[in-house]
C-alpha cells in the first residue's frame, strides 16, 4: 500500500441522540444552538476577531499565486490531518492524483447518496485501486432519506425542487462529516457555473460548514483552471476518469438529475435541467437553506 494513504471507510447510520458517528464527531447534534457559519464567516463573529479574518486574506494571497498541484501540496503541508479532499467522482479526481504525487498523507472524502450511478460508484472504486486508498464514504442519515420517500415519493425533486433532497442527502451528510476538521479542498472552479461561481477564490471561509475551531476553511485549488485545461491534464497524465464524461454527461450528481448536455450548452445545463439556470447549485456551497440554491 502507498505510504500515506488512509484507509477508512465511514457510514452513516442513525447513531443515538448526541452521540459520535462512525470516526467523526458530530458537533451539529444535540441541544446546544450554534450560529450559522455565514454568520461567523461575514458577521460579528469577524469583526470581533480581525486576525481570523486576516489569516484568510493572507491564506487566499498565498494560494492564489501557486499551481494547482503546488496548492494541493501547501495545503497538505499546512493542514495535515484537519484536512480533507473532496471527492465527487468526477473531474475533481485531478486534485487526488496531486495529493498522491506529494507523498504526504491525505485523506479523501465522497458522498453516496443512495442515488448515484453505478458508473460512478466503479469509479470510485477504480480510484482506490489506482491510488491505494480508501475513500471515506459518507451516507446521508437513512430515517430522513425514509421520511422524505414516504412523505414525498423517490422523485419530489421533479415537482419542488431538487433542495430537500439535496439537502438530506449532500448537505447535512457532508456538515457532520467536515465539523471535525479545519479545512476542505474542493473541486471547484469559476468557469463551472458562472452564475453562482464566479466569484470563487482559491481560499475562503465557507458559507455553509462549520470545522472544529469555528468557520471552516475552503480550498479551491482548480479555482481558475478552465475545464478545457483540466481535461488536458487529465488525459495527458492517464488519470482514470468517469466513463459517464464520454457520454456527454460533463457536470455528474445523482443519476434522476443527471443527463448528457448537447454541443454548445454549458455543463451545469446537464443537471436539474427542469429548473432555472440560476439554482444550479445543490446547497453544498451556497449556503445549504432547505430550498433550492
Not at 53 to 78: C, G, K, Y
Not at 114 to 124: A, M, N, V, Y
Not at 127 to 142: C, D, T
Not at 175 to 183: T, V
Amino acid at each position: 500500500m502507498r505510504r500515506g494513504a488512509h484507509l477508512h471507510f465511514i457510514t452513516s447510520p442513525d447513531p443515538p441522540q448526541g452521540a459520535p458517528s462512525g470516526d467523526f464527531h458530530d458537533s451539529t447534534r444535540g441541544n446546544r444552538s450554534l450560529p450559522t457559519p455565514r454568520a461567523l464567516a461575514t458577521g460579528a463573529h469577524l469583526r470581533q476577531n480581525g486576525a481570523v479574518s486576516a489569516d484568510i486574506d493572507a491564506l487566499d494571497a498565498e494560494f492564489s499565486t501557486l499551481s494547482p498541484r503546488r496548492a494541493v501540496a501547501r495545503a497538505l503541508e499546512r493542514f495535515g490531518e484537519d484536512l480533507v479532499i473532496s471527492f465527487s467522482g468526477a473531474e475533481d479526481v485531478l486534485l487526488v492524483h496531486y495529493a498522491a504525487e506529494s507523498g504526504l498523507p491525505f485523506r479523501v472524502l465522497s458522498l453516496d447518496t443512495g442515488r448515484l450511478h453505478p458508473e460512478t460508484l466503479r469509479f470510485l472504486a477504480a480510484v482506490e485501486e489506482r491510488y491505494q486508498l480508501r475513500v471515506e464514504v459518507a451516507f446521508p442519515q437513512a430515517s430522513a432519506v425514509e421520511d422524505l420517500v414516504r412523505a414525498k415519493g423517490l422523485f419530489s425533486f421533479y415537482r419542488d425542487g431538487h433542495g430537500e433532497c439535496c439537502q438530506i442527502r449532500k448537505v447535512e451528510p457532508l456538515r457532520r462529516h467536515l465539523a471535525p476538521r479545519r479545512a476542505w479542498i474542493t473541486g471547484q472552479r469559476r468557469d463551472q457555473s458562472p452564475g453562482t461561481r464566479s466569484t470563487l477564490r482559491p481560499a475562503e471561509h465557507d458559507p455553509v460548514f462549520l470545522g472544529k475551531d469555528g468557520p471552516l476553511i475552503k480550498l479551491s485549488p482548480l479555482w481558475s483552471t478552465t475545464s478545457a485545461e483540466v481535461w488536458d491534464t487529465i488525459r495527458a497524465l492517464d488519470i482514470p476518469h468517469n466513463p459517464l464524461h464520454a457520454r456527454g454527461m460533463i457536470s455528474i450528481g445523482c443519476e434522476p438529475c443527471t443527463r448528457p448536455i448537447l454541443p454548445g450548452q454549458h455543463e451545469r445545463e446537464g443537471r436539474w435541467w427542469w429548473e432555472e439556470g440560476t439554482k444550479k447549485e445543490c446547497g453544498l456551497h451556497t449556503g445549504g437553506a432547505p430550498g433550492p440554491e
